[in-house]
Structures are given as structure tokens and as C-alpha cells.
């Protein structure tokens, strides 16, 4: 499974279950006209405006991002791993 068909298919979960919550919201009793608009409104807007948020969040951020050549990453690692030897408190 390749990463657009698990994009899709997360897409396809989000407004399935977007779906069943607004229509949980429309048929409770408990709410107003107006509190039922609000919240089916915020059910549809909060996975929209997390997506461009998250989304813009990538793109700033892809200009400061350089991957590691294979090797240099194993550099790091053990380097990393050395030092947390170093520093490790003497004791049981």
C-alpha cells in the first residue's frame, strides 16, 4: 500500500466519521437550531483547519530540512550514543 492510497483512505475515514457525528449533533434533542449548526460547522472545520495549519507548518519548514546521506546518520547515532555514556551519573 503506497502513501496515497493511505492518504485516501484516511480521507475517506475522517468524512465517514464526520459524517456520523453531524448526523449525531442534527438528530439530538438536548440542542438548539443554532447549537447544532455550530457544532456540525466546528465537526467539518477542525479537520480542514488542522490540515492547512499542519500544512503550512511542512512547507515552512521543508526549506530548513536537509536529509542525512545513510552514513552520516549512523555517525550521529553513534555519537550520540557516546555521549549519553559519558554523561551517564555514577551510581547503581
Not at 457544532?39 to 499542519?54: A, N, R
Request: hydrophobic share 50%; net charge positive.
Amino acid at each position: 500500500m503506497d502513501v496515497h492510497h493511505l492518504l485516501y483512505d484516511l480521507l475517506i475515514a475522517i468524512a465517514v466519521l464526520d459524517v456520523l457525528v453531524s448526523l449525531g449533533v442534527a438528530l439530538h434533542r438536548g440542542y438548539t437550531v443554532r447549537q447544532k449548526i455550530m457544532q456540525i460547522i466546528l465537526v467539518w472545520l477542525l479537520p480542514v483547519l488542522s490540515g492547512v495549519v499542519f500544512g503550512l507548518f511542512l512547507i515552512t519548514q521543508r526549506e530548513t530540512f536537509r536529509p542525512m546521506p545513510r552514513n552520516e546518520e549512523s555517525d550521529v547515532s553513534r555519537q550520540i550514543a557516546h555521549m549519553a555514556m559519558q554523561y551517564r551519573p555514577n551510581g547503581p
